[in-house]
């Protein structure tokens, strides 16, 4: 991990400080509705098309939050939330 | 060997002897010299043999760019004697030959060479397939280069650095130099690294000079001299640079000096702008026998002479095609060196000044000519030379054949950062013809070769940093631009590869011992693009890692006609840009690990420690493995475990219930003031990660405890959990603010009143109570529990207190033969009562229902989201699971089966979780996770052991817990 990851408290800080928490999918959807293979859906499919997508990381080895950024995957490079490629 | 030691630009102290072994003889270097340099002097041509052929193999090149001088040093293979400082007592020897270099027995591979064309084990060896078995040892015998014993342990200490840099310049050479005091003089603070161990770079040791006729060695010494001077720079010498990569990131490493080569540091700095000056090495001529010893590139012969003042031969034939070169002739001559002649591959367009210095001294100079042959067979005796048409030729006598057909500009950090690289006809050079943000490139590496001309491009790249950096720079640069504009452009450059009329034995890639033959072969196959012949011939694979072959491929291969590309394109660069030890990756052996505040204590007790995770437990107290005395203590009169290891936490705010049901599978509105609460989490799945207990140590504050895998990721887990709600919380880890001391044993109650006024008596502090008091004036946390299946009392202590009561209890106790219990004693009790242990009990698909906790859920809190909810309600009564049930062994006298011994029936059809002798039961008892059907009370379950021989173990599901079903130990 190479690439640096802004932290909003810490501002931009090695990879290595971080946890990945995966692609960001909303909060956990209302519970009454849901099948076994929604449920799984949800818990554990990713779309991981190449390209940005919204992230969850965790400063681990630094202030202790979750946040998310925008990283285009193609290049393992953040995007700025303002950049147009952010916009799904 | 005498050395010249006269010269301004020595490096070494000839009056500082070093004495070292090479094989069986004595040989005796100077300080400030390198393995490479040290065997030169000491007449040592042949430095070792090539890979295939056997071939004898010598100084070429001084910077590590071929695999030529790959020696052992001190039992370490494979280490390049050209890079390697020297140092008292070291033992060197040769690889890859016997019995010595200069007479390998191995030689005659060179005459079966027509036996190996390229791509010889994809084509030669692959059918029929039946031969290949037998063919490989051969190969690995004969094949190869250095021996690395089994039992390897690599020397040397290594540690690892992360210096903070606005600025990173790789090479510190004039141009590198002239970057970083442009950068720090405006502000910035610069990194620099320097592969070899002096500053100066390609003007450092050269006596030539500019029109204002100051030695280039004087200038750059004054540079050298500001550089050092300067505070906001940090110039890392004998470091290589191994890799470029995004945001900035550049990796290094720093080799040792004397006495001790091999400890190293590696770095890695992470600066807003990159200045990559990493200069030129040569390009090599090809002609057949390229590689004799006794041929070398200029550089090579030029330094040996003014850093190390060896004279690199007597009498010397140059074929070069670049001013460098006659440059080096006339010096050579000066120091002494007889030059038999001059060939230089251009017709036109040298340096008038140089032409003129050569008639001076009466060293002919061949226009148009080239060396097309070396003779000689473990040195060279002689040079053949030719006019370009072919028509004229003459040999000449020489032992020193200084040959190189251009220079090729080092831009494997600049690729490595992303840079695109294009030929450009003028210099014969491939440069980047656009370069990533922030990324700036100046000096040799852009074909510039004038003093002034490579100084000013590295200013012109420092104020471009400083740019970067945000610091105003557009007057300077303004100014700058124009001075470059005055001074020499880049120089031009010759494209010539290979002399004419040769090629059988003209080595384009030394470290694998392929030819421009096997080039052709391969283009005969076929193959068209230097990225695919490049592999099919091997060339450029090997440890100096394309530094010989690099440039020269796609020249030959573009020349040929055989490639579809309207340019050369060069092959790809990759990380690591020079041969790495993975120790040095390593860096330094951090085991980090933790000691309870007990540690001691425990040992002095006779604590049998062992490594769980992160922490050092206490597993037994004895030498019996089943720490027999230890339960009985427990369960007939009172012991003490160090469970300072559980996870600890404070949580609090107005939303920390909210976050506590979250996590919780249980109700967790509910929790009293004066009670523990047990409960468990479960991840999205339902499967159970954690267990503890929980209490409310006031109004919204609450402490609990998770058990000891899960105390680092706790933190992180309740965060991700409730990231997308806006609660009002605090979380404060204290695992190691606390130590906790669990009593337990009938006579628990009796200890403890012993050292506390607190009344703790059953009606005081019943079972599962919550009490906060004093011992001995330390503010305790106590709480009623049962894993032991006995009277117990959980002290939560503050950690500097743990030595003082957890002493305190032991003189308490003494009277009623209180004695500390370990792990393994813990194990065997909890299973007696079937109490789980997280990963002994369950692994990562076991739900709570599996493990029969499914009574620890409160299904009826769906607003709280709780974490595995879903799931729990989805496969309460799912068919097909493992249910977790309690055994017997059939044959009460039978041992207890191993731990994750297989339950099976044709097929597995579950796992033993952990079994262990029952001193209360006098036989042994397990728990088991099996499949449902098996599950019931009186099924048989047939166990098999490791080692068992096809000897299966009988065993029957049996009511639990084996150990006082009614719990009314736990409640007296
Ligand atoms: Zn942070």
Request: aromatic share 8%; glycine share 10%; proline share 7%.
């Amino acid at each position: 991990m190479a690439f640096t990851i802004t932290c909003p408290i810490c501002g931009p800080r090695s990879g290595y400080e971080f946890r990945y928490g995966g692609e960001d999918k909303g909060p956990r959807p209302d519970p009454a509705d849901m099948t076994p293979e929604s449920w799984c859906d949800y818990a554990h499919m990713t779309d991981s098309r190449p390209g940005v997508q919204k992230e969850w990381w965790y400063h681990r080895a630094g202030c202790g939050i979750w946040f998310t950024i925008y990283r285009d995957t193609t290049t393992n490079l953040e995007v700025s939330p303002d950049s147009p490629e952010t916009v799904a | 060997m005498i050395r010249l030691n006269h010269l301004p630009t020595l490096r070494i102290n000839p009056g500082a002897p070093r004495s070292f072994a090479y094989g069986r003889r004595r040989l005796q270097g100077v300080e400030g010299d390198t393995v490479a340099t040290a065997l030169f002097a000491n007449g040592v041509r042949v430095f070792g043999r090539s890979l295939k052929y056997h071939r004898p193999r010598g100084l070429y090149s001084l910077d590590g760019e071929s695999s030529n001088t790959l020696v052992n040093v001190n039992g370490v293979p494979n280490v390049c004697a050209e890079t390697t400082p020297l140092a008292e007592g070291m033992r060197v020897s040769s690889q890859n030959a016997f019995p010595t270099p200069d007479l390998d027995l191995l030689g005659f591979m060179d005459a079966l060479s027509w036996a190996m064309p390229a791509g010889f084990y994809y084509r030669v060896l692959h059918k029929p397939a039946r031969l290949w078995p037998l063919a490989v040892p051969v190969i690995r015998k004969m094949a190869g280069v250095g021996t690395l014993p089994p039992d390897f342990q690599a020397p040397g200490r290594r540690d690892e650095i992360y210096p903070a840099a606005d600025l990173c310049v790789i090479g510190a050479g004039v141009a590198g130099m002239s970057a970083a005091l442009a950068a720090a003089e405006a502000g910035l603070r610069v990194v620099v690294f320097e592969s070899r161990p002096w500053p100066g770079g390609a003007f450092e040791y050269r006596p030539g000079a500019a029109r204002d006729g100051v030695p280039y060695f004087q200038k750059t010494a004054e540079l050298i001299a500001a550089v050092q001077a300067s505070p906001h720079i940090r110039l890392f010498l004998n470091a290589p640079v191994i890799g470029v990569y995004s945001n900035g990131l550049v990796t290094a490493f720093q080799r040792g000096r004397p006495p001790h080569p091999f400890d190293e540091r590696y770095i890695e700095v992470r600066a807003a702008s990159l200045v990559v000056t990493t200069g030129c090495i040569e390009r090599p001529l090809l002609f057949d026998h390229n590689e004799r010893p006794g041929v070398m590139q200029a550089g090579c012969a030029h330094r040996l002479a003014r850093t190390w003042g060896i004279l690199p031969g007597h009498t010397a034939v140059f074929s070069v095609g670049h001013d460098l070169g006659l440059e080096v002739a006339a010096d050579l001559f000066d120091l002494g060196v007889e030059i038999a002649a001059v060939a230089d591959l251009r017709q036109d367009g040298m340096d008038p000044a140089l032409v003129d210095a050569l008639s001076q001294r009466r060293i002919p100079l061949l226009r148009g000519w080239s060396v097309t042959k070396a003779h000689g067979r473990n040195r060279v005796t002689k040079a053949t030379l030719a006019g370009a048409n072919g028509r004229f030729r003459k040999t000449l006598d020489c032992d020193l054949l200084v040959a190189s057909a251009g220079l090729t500009p080092v831009t494997g950090p600049l690729t490595l950062a992303g840079a695109r690289l294009a030929f450009d006809e003028h210099t014969g050079f491939f440069l980047p013809d656009s370069l990533p943000p922030r990324v700036h490139t100046a000096g040799r590496l852009t074909g510039r070769q004038n003093w002034h001309a490579v100084a000013a491009s590295g200013r012109l790249a420092g104020l471009y940093a400083a740019r970067d950096n945000g610091i105003d720079q557009a007057a300077a640069i303004d100014e700058l631009v124009h001075e470059l504009g005055a001074r020499p452009g880049p120089a031009r450059g010759t494209q010539f590869v290979i002399a004419p009329g040769s090629g059988k034995k003209a080595f384009i890639c030394f470290d694998e011992d392929a030819t421009v033959k096997n080039v052709d072969q391969a283009m005969d196959k076929g193959f068209d693009v230097p990225e695919l012949i490049k592999r099919f011939a091997s060339v450029g694979t090997g440890p100096g890692q394309g530094g010989i072959p690099g440039h020269n491929l796609p020249l030959y291969v573009h020349q040929s006609g055989a490639s579809p590309d309207a340019h050369p394109r060069p092959t790809t660069v990759r990380v690591p840009l020079v041969p790495t030890f993975l120790a040095t990756y390593a860096g330094t052996r951090l085991d980090m690990s933790k000691r309870t505040p007990l540690h001691a204590l425990q040992e002095a007790d006779g604590g049998r420690m062992e490594r769980l995770g992160v922490w050092h437990r206490a597993r037994r107290f004895s030498e019996d493995g089943r720490s027999r005395e230890e339960i009985l203590a427990v369960r007939t009169a009172v012991g003490m475990l160090d469970a300072s290891t559980l996870g600890k936490f404070r949580i609090f705010g107005p939303d920390a219930v909210k976050v506590l049901d979250r996590v919780y599978v249980g109700d967790m509105t509910r929790v009293p003031r004066t009670r523990a609460k047990y409960s468990a989490m479960c991840n999205e799945d339902g499967c159970l990660t954690d267990d503890g207990v929980i209490v409310r140590t006031s109004d919204n504050d609450y402490y609990f405890t998770t058990s000891t895998g899960r105390a680092g990721v706790t933190v992180e887990w309740i965060r991700y959990h409730t990231r997308f709600d806006d609660w009002d919380f605090g979380i404060v880890n204290l695992t190691d603010a606390y130590g906790v001391i669990n009593l337990a044993g009938p006579e628990a109650r009796a200890v403890l009143q012993r050292v506390t006024d607190a009344d703790v008596s059953n009606e005081a502090f019943p079972y599962m109570g919550y009490r906060e008091f004093a011992v001995d004036e330390i503010p305790v946390r106590a709480m009623r529990l049962g894993f032991v299946g006995e009277l117990s009392f959980e002290l939560h202590v503050p950690a500097s207190w743990m030595v003082h009561i957890w002493s305190l209890l032991m003189k308490a106790g003494k009277d009623f033969g209180i004695r500390p219990f370990g792990l393994e004693a813990q194990n065997t009790l909890r299973l007696e009562k079937c109490h789980v242990i997280i990963g002994s009990e369950s692994e990562q698909r076991t739900t709570l229902h599996d493990v029969g906790l499914g009574f620890l859920w409160h299904r009826d809190k769906p607003w709280a989201k709780t974490v595995g909810d879903v799931a729990l309600r989805q496969t309460e009564h799912q068919p097909g699971r493992l249910k977790l049930v309690g055994f017997r062994m059939a044959d009460p006298s039978a041992a207890p089966p191993k731990d994750g011994s297989a339950i099976v029936d044709r097929r597995i059809r579950g796992y033993v979780c952990a079994s262990r002798y029952s001193f209360t039961l006098k036989e042994p008892v397990g728990l088991a996770l099996v499949e449902e059907p098996l599950s019931a009370k009186g099924s048989s379950l047939d166990i098999y052991e490791n080692g068992c021989g096809g000897q299966l173990a009988r065993a029957e599901v049996s009511e639990t817990p084996f150990y006082d079903p009614e719990g009314r130990r736990l409640r007296v």
